[in-house]
């Protein structure tokens, strides 16, 4: 038997996937960041109370690889068509109460394609991050954002 420090190391040579929360309401925030941390251990996450705040993550040296955001509490949409102008790479999911077909359509006019609710089942916020994460491109919509799609498809 091999003593535990002879094992090799899993994720020897990965790049952390890093997460960062933009959430106004620290239940909420705190809420999404223990389920991530709980399922997906190995992932960093970071919070920001505003997305104005998100700015000071993506100057950084933190290469910030997916940011939840939630459209409600943001005043300057304009916010998201610079970070993905900054860090094109970056994929951003819209994570809100919002369900409202108007807003989505002008979400994903901005390049959003990922949206979840924040009652989504966990599961649904997992499939958000790992569909995004395989294809930037790829629709993905929460079921109970299905009215929504006839506006995206015009």
């Known amino acids: ?81 610079i970070i993905k102008a900054i860090k094109p790479k970056t994929r951003l999911i819209n994570w809100s109460n919002c369900r409202h077909p108007e807003v989505i359509e002008n979400l994903y006019s901005l390049g959003i394609r990922t949206f979840c609710l924040k009652d989504s089942q966990p599961q649904v916020i997992f499939n958000a991050i790992d569909y995004i994460n395989n294809n930037q491109n790829i629709l993905y919509l929460d079921k109970q954002l299905n009215n929504c799609l006839y506006l995206l498809n015009s």
Request: hydrophobic fraction near 35%; charge should be positive.
């Open 1 to 81: 038997m091999f003593h535990k420090f002879f094992q090799p190391k899993r994720n020897q040579g990965k790049k952390k996937f890093n997460i960062l929360i933009s959430e106004q309401d620290k239940g909420y925030r705190e809420y999404l960041a223990r389920l991530i941390r709980y399922n997906r251990s190995t992932y960093n996450i970071y919070t920001a109370t505003k997305l104005e705040r998100v700015f000071d993550y993506i100057y950084s040296d933190i290469e910030i690889d997916i940011i939840f955001f939630d459209i409600e509490a943001e005043k300057n949409a304009s916010n998201l068509a």
